[in-house]
């Protein structure tokens, strides 16, 4: 008789890897203090909770990254992390796939596998289209979907101020106009005025719908 054969499924990941654009530019001042204002920023617990289990680790001067089991909070984590080093932007590139090493929970190094290796080819093609978000999952009409999308997103968070993007990030939190007003020290009028101008209801809506389809 045969022996059965029971087919073994990896785990699949998404790797994130984040690159300061034009890092080169940035006067000295500039690029320590954003350094610095990243390191801080990944100690908080959500950088290394929320869906994340490797948390967020700098690794080359100017590039971080992270490994997440699950893609419902990676675009709230990006926009904190945007919000935070603005008017400094960041290439971020996510990657679907298998991890070959064990997850590293301590720091997101040493851990290699086609996640990863997405990622770093989402960074390069970012680097040469001067873009800044990519997906890869291999799902060739799927990346192309979403990375047109992108793309016209790109456009647009170009032109945005530092206060908008910490409108977005609260209201993903699921924060009130009025609270979000209160914190920001703005009016409920300029905040609404920031949600309607950038349509931050569509953007998180479609973040959203690209999150759950990644998770998939």
Known sequence: MAKLTIPVYMKRYIAIIGDLEASKELDKA???????????????KRFSSEGVVSPYTLTLGDEFQALYEDAENLF?????VTAAIHPVKIRWAAGTGEIDTPVNKKRSLGMDGPAFHKARNGIEILKKEKQLFRVETGEKLFDTLANSSLKLLTADLRTWKKNRF?????LCSGME??????????????VYKNIHAGNLDAVIEYTEGLANLLNQ
Request: hydrophobic residues 50%; negative net charge.
């Open 76 to 80: 709230h984590h990006i926009w904190i």
């Open 177 to 190: 106009v009025r609270q979000i007003a209160a914190e920001l020290r703005l009016s409920d009028v300029a």
């Open 166 to 170: 910490l409108i977005l990030e609260r």
């Open 30 to 44: 500039t690029r320590h203090k954003t350094q610095i204002v990243l390191e801080e920023l990944f100690t908080e």
